[in-house]
């Protein structure tokens, strides 16, 4: 089994920066492609930032300019980096990723996400 546990999500004032984990465990490989969403109350889940299996980055464009997706392959780890934070970004978010295991089978796995809320 292969799951992913997100950290980081915490209170923060507007224009403030927060730097969001999600770690890979279990049976992992490798991270094929990963993601981040965000849910807001009474909202549809909305992409935030991608890293697709050929390492290509995209932003929703809510937060270009202002978020970065990055990976660390050595540590199964993905993060996401949030500068310039504004009361709309306050939603749980959830990372997304597709793991090859060690048996070299893809696994599509989802974190239980971590609470962003942006506040002065």
């Known amino acids: 089994q292969v799951h992913l546990v997100e950290s980081g999500g915490r209170l923060v004032h507007p224009a403030g920066s927060l730097t969001l984990s999600c770690v890979a465990s279990?049976?992992?490989?490798?991270?094929?492609?990963s993601d981040w969403y965000l849910h807001a109350p009474g909202n549809e889940r909305e992409l935030v930032a991608n890293?697709?299996?050929?390492?290509?980055?995209t932003y929703a464009d809510s937060v270009k300019g202002r978020f970065t997706i990055s990976r660390d392959s050595m540590k199964n780890t993905v993060y996401l980096h949030m500068n310039s934070l504004k009361t709309d970004d306050t939603a749980v978010y959830l990372c997304?990723?597709?793991?090859?295991?060690?048996?070299?089978?893809?696994?599509?796995?989802w974190g239980q996400g971590t609470q962003v809320t942006v506040s002065s």
């Open positions: 997304h990723a597709q793991i090859t295991t060690n048996q070299f089978q893809t696994s599509d796995v």
């Open positions: 279990g049976d992992v490989f490798a991270i094929k492609a």
């Open positions: 890293i697709n299996v050929r390492s290509i980055i």
